[in-house]
């Protein structure tokens, strides 16, 4: 059965360092996400990309992120300069279309721990 | 805003005991409720969702609108049912087709 995967399964990075977290989606969805969960905290909604283009961004996701799909199979999360808050899980998940109650299928998350 | 609240941080009970994980939400609309569920090392899966009405692994949960809930119960725990689960909430309006996602709750099933 495809999956979503994401490369690192852990990142370590000085502060101040930009990082950029993989994922590949399931190759016939459309819709991609990213979330974050600081530890011991909520799973949170970070951006929503489809047809090359940001649809939603939460709060969170302000101009030290950015996404990009570079070559139609990878769905890259970039911070440009990491704090020590960015510290959490990020997981990529991804959904063929946006209809009512359609699954998202998670990544196995990036663990990224900012030094 | 929508909100998911799950208050419970920890449950335990032992196998064979009902479960019932809870979960109410906030949302100005019709929200589309899902719980997903998370074992250990693995990644984060759906488990059900109300749409479906369907009963996976013994596990059901119904969308009580007055109440604005949306409890997992399972009649019958067993061990494998150890793990996160996370009740989540995904308005209906277009463009918002996020995941807003409660805390969790640990359900540890004693042998």
């Known amino acids: 059965e495809p999956e979503v995967t994401q490369t690192p399964s852990h990142q370590v990075t000085q502060m101040g360092q930009e990082v950029i977290l993989r994922c590949v989606p399931i190759?016939?969805?459309?819709?991609f996400y990213w979330y974050r969960q600081i530890l011991g905290q909520k799973v949170e909604f970070l951006v929503s990309?489809?047809?090359?283009?940001?649809?939603?961004k939460s709060e969170i996701f302000d101009d030290q992120f950015s996404v990009e799909r570079p070559d139609g199979s990878n769905f890259t999360l970039k911070i440009r300069s990491t704090k020590l808050e960015d510290s959490a899980m990020y997981f990529c998940?991804?959904?063929?279309?946006?209809?009512?109650?359609?699954?998202?299928?998670f990544g196995p998350g990036t663990r990224l721990t900012v030094l | 805003a929508q909100r998911v609240t799950q208050p419970e941080k920890l449950l335990s009970v032992f196998k064979g005991a009902p479960v019932e994980l809870k979960c109410n939400y906030s949302?100005?609309?019709?929200?589309?409720l899902f719980w997903y569920v998370q074992y250990s090392r693995q990644r984060l899966q759906l488990l059900l969702r109300?749409?479906s009405r369907e009963s996976i692994k013994g596990f059901t949960a119904d969308l009580n609108k007055g109440e604005t809930s949306f409890h997992l119960k399972k009649p019958f725990a067993q061990e494998e049912d150890s793990a996160m689960y996370y009740c989540?909430?995904?308005?209906?309006?277009?463009?918002?087709?996020?995941?807003?996602f409660g805390k969790g709750t640990k359900l540890s099933v004693i042998p």
């Open positions: 949302y100005s609309g019709s929200p589309e």
């Open positions: 998940a991804s959904i063929p279309d946006r209809g009512r109650g359609n699954e998202q299928f």
């Open positions: 190759s016939n969805h459309l819709y």
């Open positions: 109300h749409i």
């Open positions: 989540a909430l995904s308005g209906t309006a277009a463009g918002s087709y996020q995941l807003t």
């Open positions: 990309f489809y047809n090359n283009e940001i649809s939603e």
